[in-house]
């Protein structure tokens, strides 16, 4: 059974930082693309970072600078660093599997991450 697990999000103010983990199991994780997503209230789910199985990485142009993805392999687990944390980065947060070769995909459940001014 394919799981993912959210954790760290929570209630912030402007400019402090937080550290989401996301804990897989049932997946090959080495072999899996993995990203976070995030959706606030009233918007579609957007990137907000991934990373390859050989630690490429992409990031959201409103994310750069402040957000790092990195991935553990033997934990198969994925990080996400956000610093200087900002009201519009409000909204639940999304870890996301892509396997490599088939493109199947896997969500986590979501982890709300508040930011207030």
Request: aromatic letters at 10%; one cysteine or more; hydrophobic letters at 30%.
């Amino acid at each position: 059974q394919v799981q993912l697990v959210e954790s760290g999000g929570g209630l912030v103010q402007a400019g402090e930082s937080l550290r989401l983990s996301c804990a897989t199991s049932g997946i090959n994780f080495y072999w899996n693309t993995m990203a976070w997503y995030r959706q606030a209230p009233g918007k579609q789910r957007e990137l907000v970072a991934g990373i390859t199985s050989g630690d490429s990485t992409n990031y959201a142009d409103s994310v750069k600078g402040r957000f790092t993805i990195s991935r553990d392999n033997a934990e198969k687990k994925v990080y996400l660093q956000m610093n200087s944390l900002k009201p519009e980065d409000t909204g639940v947060y999304y870890c996301n599997a892509k396997q490599t070769f088939s493109g199947t995909v896997h969500w986590g459940q979501g982890t709300q991450v508040t930011v207030s001014s």
